[in-house]
């Protein structure tokens, strides 16, 4: 898709990350506090890319880099309903390789629920691997399937 920018956000962005929040999940348990998203976005532990067009935040995807490994953990992608399904999630999770590279992070883990197909569809695409469950890892402690992939380094 031509024109779209991935940027990386701060707190400045809080109000459009929750805007789009609520524009795709209208009032649900996925939606995030605006002392929860202006957190994450302040905070060191998280990094969060948007991806823009003009200047209208169409898409985000959180990480969370604070395990004392040297991987990264994929959290929420978004992307707003039209423009789903024309590769945007794929040039944020690019860009979250990118990270990597920069950073030396091995890979990158990503948790969903086993009920969401779409899911698991996404991630094998981009060359993630199912590698393991867990009880305690997804919203409300259902059981969550956790995906890997591991990052080329450009040697």
Not at 25 to 52: D, I, M, V
Not at 83 to 100: A, I, T
Request: contains cysteine.
């Amino acid at each position: 898709m031509e024109g779209i920018d991935i940027r990386e956000m701060d707190e400045s962005y809080c109000e459009d990350v929750i805007d789009l929040e609520e524009e795709i999940f209208g009032n649900s348990e996925y939606n995030h506090s605006w002392e929860q998203t202006k957190e994450r976005l302040e905070s060191p532990r998280f990094t969060c890319y948007g991806a823009f067009h003009k200047d209208e935040l169409i898409g985000t995807l959180f990480i969370d880099n604070s395990f004392k490994s040297t991987k990264v953990r994929a959290l929420e992608c978004y992307i707003a309903p039209e423009y789903q399904r024309r590769g945007l999630s794929k040039k944020l999770m690019k860009q979250v390789e990118k990270y990597c590279k920069r950073n030396s992070n091995e890979g990158i883990f990503a948790i969903g629920s086993p009920e969401k197909e779409f899911l698991e569809k996404w991630l094998t695409s981009l060359g993630f691997e199912r590698v393991g469950r867990s009880e305690y890892l997804y919203r409300g402690g259902r059981e969550a399937i956790i995906y890997y992939k591991e990052v080329q380094r450009d040697d």
